[in-house]
């Protein structure tokens, strides 16, 4: 059979075990959040080779769900060869350090190149990040893939439906498979389908995939996929259009905060059979969809005052259970975990009951460990913030109430079944409100990152997240959807995109330009 790096369409003979190549870069970068390194990615994820292959083949690894689907269907269609290459993933941040960047593309190359022939290749991407100096590095890597596999080699990915969509990454690649959930519940079935395309493309040959781009950017908060949404009611209506020759519709709301270039809602369609008008049809037909209820995307925020004074109702005798969200510091978008503007003002009007999860201060949770359960101490929060504007330091009389080495395995929603850590872990009680303090930067996802902390949810009245929404799906036993509050606060990941320095975001562009206009070509 051909040799796939001189372009051909199969590495193995007849009878040989297949062979797949599998890699990853998942990152989503926030423009305006700081740089993010190569010890950030090592401190979350960054395994090749043999560490890798191992990790593949635990029952509860440390990958994201896309990966363990994907070897899991793999798994259960016969044997086959995975072939470890490198997967490197972060928590969302701002720009990729350049040199780390240049560093992992050259080692997936390297690696791809000493593998010899593969069947196929693999990869788990998020599709919004950045560099320090280029805006398209998912493109970047996946070009460098094909050149090294050759044009007839099956690439099958997948993606976060915030991924900003760029024509180098479509080009590239045989099958595109984005989450059709949000919260993003769907991971590990997105990874079991793209296994699926990847035996179809096997059989049938080369796939396709084909993208149109609008000039539409809606805020993160209104993009969850929930009954009655605009969203779910578009995503619904693409699956209708799979089917016969379209093997997958994955319909991309974007990552406005990257300010790229690559912005905007993308829809991405992939046929079999290399059926490019297809695929070409299906796309617009459903962006012209999607433009024309453009103006459903409208966030809604609460106050400050009006959600400190529901925090404060709830936490009276008879209030029903509350959730506040802090939307525009979610670390998983890019911010600090560390603002306070909420915490200060739910302390200065004296709420009860409110537990504020997760907050990221590595320095206060060690000076907690080290007091030890059970002092009382003056606790100094953002001590060694680097952003006095966003996150100013505050001292509060404080109580240690339980210590954890921040360890967990998730158990609802989007961590389900993964092991996580958040580092060195505290609960404060301050008086009435009670914060998880953590030191490894992420979102409230799953109650088990309070429960280590031996919270128990029934004795809270409201919970503050640090998240956009991700939370709903592991609390959503926990207060009705109409007492789910996105408050409107400062923040680096803020839904207000009109009040943000937009540098590279392609213009005009709705909402910020109510008179952008577009028609399909």
Partial sequence: MADPLNGGAAATMPGALLRVGICGFFIECNRWSPVTTGEDF?????????????????????????????????????????VPLRIAAAQPGGPVDHAYFEELAADIEKRLRAAGPLDAVFISSHGAALTTVIDDPDGELFARIRTVVGPGIPIVAVFDLHTNVSRRMTDALSAFVAYRTNPH??????????????????????????????????????????????????????????????????????????????????????????????????????????????????????????????????????GEPLILADVADNPGAGGGGNTIALLLALLSAGAQGVLLGVFTDSALARKAHALGEGAEFTACFNSESTDPILAPSLSHAARVLALSDGQFTGRRGMLKGSQT??????????????????????????????????????????????????????????????????????GLTTPNLATLPWTRMPRPVYPLDTEADWKPA
């Fill in 42 to 82: 090592a401190a979350s994820l960054d395994l090749a080779g043999t560490a890798l292959g191992a990790e593949l083949s635990r029952e509860q690894p440390r990958l994201l769900p896309d990966s363990a689907g994907f070897v899991a269907a793999m798994n259960a269609t016969g044997p086959w060869e995975p």
């Fill in 421 to 490: 850590d958040m580092g060195p872990s505290a609960l404060l009680d301050l008086g009435g409100v009670r914060v998880a303090v953590i030191s490894q930067r992420q979102q409230l996802l799953d109650p088990a990152q309070l429960e280590v902390l031996g919270v128990d949810l029934a004795t809270v009245r409201t919970l503050v997240v640090k998240s956009r929404g991700h939370f709903r799906a592991a609390f959503s036993d926990f207060a009705l959807p109409e007492r789910i509050l996105e408050v409107d606060c400062p």
């Fill in 185 to 318: 519940t769907d991971l590990r079935e997105c990874g079991e389908e793209a296994a699926r395309h990847l035996h179809t493309l096997l059989a049938d040959g080369p796939g396709v995939v084909e993208m149109v781009k609008l000039p539409f950017v809606p805020p993160a908060t209104t993009q969850l996929v929930a009954p009655d949404t605009p969203f779910a009611e578009l995503i619904a209506r693409g699956q209708t259009r799979v089917g016969g020759a379209i093997l997958n519709v994955s319909l991309c709301g974007g990552f406005a905060l990257a300010d790229s270039d690559k912005c905007g809602f993308a829809v991405v369609v992939t046929a079999r059979h290399n059926d490019r008008a297809k695929a070409r049809a299906v796309a617009r037909e459903l962006a012209a969809e999607v433009w024309a209820a453009r103006e459903r995307f409208t966030s809604r925020l609460s106050l400050l005052p009006d959600a400190v004074c529901a925090a404060v109702a709830a936490g009276r005798p008879g």
